[in-house]
């Protein structure tokens, strides 16, 4: 199997410039390899460097030490994003675009040819069921409706690696089952899916294996079932142990 | 360079449908209808007069369009987040920063094709000659020097944050140059030392705007310049916009992309 996400001793700091210069550490000594073919669910809490991460492998940020990979290029090389998708928390879209202008701009910005385009463009809008609305501007669109224009651009190169931020937050769960539904359709596909989520009966349903990063540092890597299993009951329970919750007792 | 024209198809796009072409409609009606009543008054004087009015209508127009329009390019791609998923495909930070270039520098483009071929018609039909190369070349050594400022405002929006910042002291700093940047070297030499040396450093480092404007040619019928020259101020108008590029090139690729 070949390796398709890899970082090494990734170390990304922050200097803020007001509290005198102070250097904050989103992620320390960070070392995951992701296998082609596998759905890979990049767990946290809010604040424990998984969107840092998400970014290094991006190229929006520059790590301070360490190093990243997508199908063994330096992530800082345009080039290594050839055959990803990325699909953000938020809906980022050129919202005087309609969906369909958006799906065609993007397919120029990877080559695809004219014939090509129509037919990808013409695909996803089925798959995301925006037909209808193809020909009206993303701003009049509702949020669940811009998350699936957001989805149909992470597709519209055909990736090979998929990477979702938090693909199903503010999803209602039509919208939820649909996103798994195409990432269990890429799955079978052998195409390899990296994702960050707080929804862990979602992650225990498609992911193969898990990574727990807590306060920039990785707590655990391994099978869902291997983690479930050693920690005798399912994803949340493994999770909040990991991270080192305490529950207060009730008063 | 497939990427770079896609980008500036989007800015062209965005640009008609922010309405801001519709101000530039307006605009264009009001130049024709100043021109229009050119030879109404008899009198050559009024006549270059009016044609003197246009022409500065013409020319302050068209540095606000390409001003405003460019001051906003990347501040909002960061403020709307939209850098995110551009930058998300196999796009460099330098790709961003030629498409819009390219994309303002087109549209500013269209602005004046728009605003000359109206001003050319009308003028010219009331005067009953066309200076056709006259024309072109006013409009062509226009939309070079609106080149040298697009390339200057995008220097001047990665390092300010707000677009106002940025289109206020662009704006300055160009009619600046328009207004005494030729005559800084006169100046200088009624000024005591160092304020001479320093004068004519100033006049030796700025890009001479005021050399791209043919608008005398046009009001007074002067005829054509010289060829070679206009290549020169060309390739002049290319060097100096490839160092704003450079320079704001070199801010923007190692900048965060959080406002």
């Known amino acids: 199997m070949s390796v398709i996400v890899k970082t090494e001793k990734l170390r990304v700091e922050f200097t803020s410039r007001e509290f005198h210069q102070a250097t904050k550490v989103a992620v320390q000594g960070l070392d995951l390899e992701v296998q082609a073919g596998e759905v890979f669910g990049f767990l946290g809490p809010n604040g424990a460097g998984k969107t840092t991460t998400m970014n290094v492998l991006l190229g929006f940020v520059p790590p301070t030490s360490g190093a990243a990979y997508l199908f063994g290029i330096d992530v800082r090389q345009p080039i290594a994003r050839q055959r990803i998708g990325y699909l953000p928390e938020l809906t980022y879209y050129y919202k005087f675009l309609t969906a369909e202008e958006l799906l065609r701009f993007y397919a120029k910005i990877f080559g695809l040819s004219r014939a090509e385009t129509d037919r990808r463009v013409d695909n996803l809008l089925k798959l995301v069921e925006l037909e209808q609305a193809s020909k009206r501007p993303i701003k009049s669109y509702s949020k669940g409706m811009q998350q699936r224009v957001g989805l149909a651009q992470a597709l519209i190169n055909n990736p090979d690696l998929l990477i979702l931020d938090e693909p199903t937050s503010g999803l209602d769960p039509l919208g939820r089952m649909k996103v798994r539904e195409i990432i269990e359709r890429l799955k079978s596909e052998g195409k390899t899916v990296f994702f960050s989520s707080h929804e862990l009966g979602e992650v225990e349903t498609v992911c193969d294996r898990v990574a727990i990063i807590h306060q920039g540092e990785l707590k655990v890597v391994g099978r869902v079932g291997d983690i479930t299993r050693q920690h005798h009951g399912n994803l949340e329970k493994a999770f909040l142990e990991i991270i080192g919750y305490q529950p207060q007792p009730a008063t | ?259």
Not at chain 2, 159 to 178: D, E, H, K, M, N
Not at chain 2, 197 to 223: A, K, Q, T
């Open chain 2, 1 to 259: 360079m497939n990427t770079i024209f896609a980008l500036a198809g989007v800015v062209i796009k965005e640009l008609y449908r922010r309405k801001d072409f519709y101000v530039l409609f307006v605009l264009t009606a009001l130049i024709t209808l100043a021109a229009g009543s050119v030879n109404f008054f008899h009198d050559a004087k009024i006549v270059r007069y009016v044609k003197d009015v246009c022409m500065l209508l013409i020319w302050v127009s068209s540095l606000l369009i390409a001003i405003v329009t460019t001051a906003r390019q990347i501040p909002a791609e960061r403020e709307n987040r939209t850098i995110f998923p551009l930058l998300a495909k196999p796009v460099s930070r330098a790709q961003v920063l030629l498409g819009k270039f390219l994309g303002c520098w087109l549209a500013t483009g269209i602005a004046l094709l728009v605003f000359y071929a109206f001003f050319g018609v009308i003028t010219g039909s009331r005067e009953h000659q066309l200076p056709v190369l006259s024309y072109f070349q006013a409009l062509w050594l226009q939309w070079m020097m609106l080149a040298i400022v697009i390339a200057m405002v995008l220097l001047g929006s990665i390092y300010f944050a707000a677009p106002s910042s940025t289109t206020t002291i662009c704006f300055i700093v160009v009619v600046g140059i328009l207004g005494i940047g030729g005559h800084l070297d006169s100046i200088a030499l009624q000024q005591p030392q160092p304020f001479q040396f320093i004068l004519y450093l100033v006049y030796f480092l700025i890009p001479h705007l005021e050399w791209f404007d043919l608008r005398d040619f046009v009001v007074y019928n002067l005829g054509v310049v010289n060829w070679l020259a206009v290549t020169l101020a060309s390739l002049f108008a290319a060097a100096w916009a490839g160092i704003f590029l450079l320079f704001a090139w070199l801010g923007f690729r190692r900048k965060s992309l959080n406002t």
